[in-house]
């Protein structure tokens, strides 16, 4: 398998969950900052310019976020990183699907780039602020969820993986996390796996 990956981003996640399973892989950085997604060798592999990717060894690739961290989970059940039972694996999906879908790509993405949300410059603030607020009440859903508990859907799965990374970026801009997320953002980085993410990606621990 082949990771393309860019450091800090939410392919770090995906990341984390590759140095959960502990089989083999390889990685590859790929510059966003640089726009090197849009390069026609990256676009071979992944059309939609997006990271992360997952080569697998069939030669076949797999995007997106929850379908990676799905497939990798099912593909390696004696890892169990998510639930094999109907009710389990849909509330694992349920809180993945949310982090991605909403968090990050409605809340952090109006913060990071808030330029594709308005042509308007003297909109920018009131576009990073509704980013925001989209991210804080993420994240005090996600804090309820985390209550008296030390993982997000009982036992450690992907859906930590997916909030790991969301928990990562809330300190890069900023934004404090409520007290259960933080707990939880300290685990995730007392655990083997991602350490060894933060070295093999160049991050402050």
């Not at 099912?74 to 009710?87: F, G, H, Q, S, V």
């Not at 993405?109 to 308007?120: D, E, G, I, N, Q």
């Amino acid at each position: 398998m082949k990771l393309y990956y860019t450091p800090g981003a939410c392919s770090i996640g995906i990341h984390v969950v590759l140095e959960e399973i502990g089989k083999p892989y390889d990685r590859e950085k790929v510059d966003l900052a640089g726009r090197k997604h849009f390069d026609p060798a990256y676009t071979a592999i992944n059309p939609k310019s997006k990271i992360p990717t997952l080569v697998r060894d069939d030669g076949s690739a797999l995007t997106e976020y929850p379908a990676i961290a799905t497939w990798l989970a099912m593909t390696n059940p004696d890892k169990n990183l998510i639930p094999t039972d109907a009710e389990g694996m849909a509330r694992v999906l349920e809180s993945m699907d949310y982090i991605v879908a909403t968090l990050h790509m409605h809340g952090f993405s109006r913060r990071v780039a808030t330029h594709k949300y308005t042509l308007r410059p003297e909109d920018a603030d009131t576009v990073k602020a509704a980013g925001r607020e989209m991210v804080e009440k993420g994240f005090a859903l996600l804090d309820a969820k985390l209550a008296g508990k030390e993982w997000i859907a009982g036992n450690f799965s992907v859906a930590d993986s997916a909030l790991f990374y969301v928990e990562f970026w809330a300190g890069r801009v900023g934004i404090p996390l409520p007290p259960n997320c933080a707990a939880h953002f300290a685990r995730m980085k007392a655990r083997p796996s991602v350490q060894r993410v933060f070295a093999a990606e160049g991050l402050p621990a």
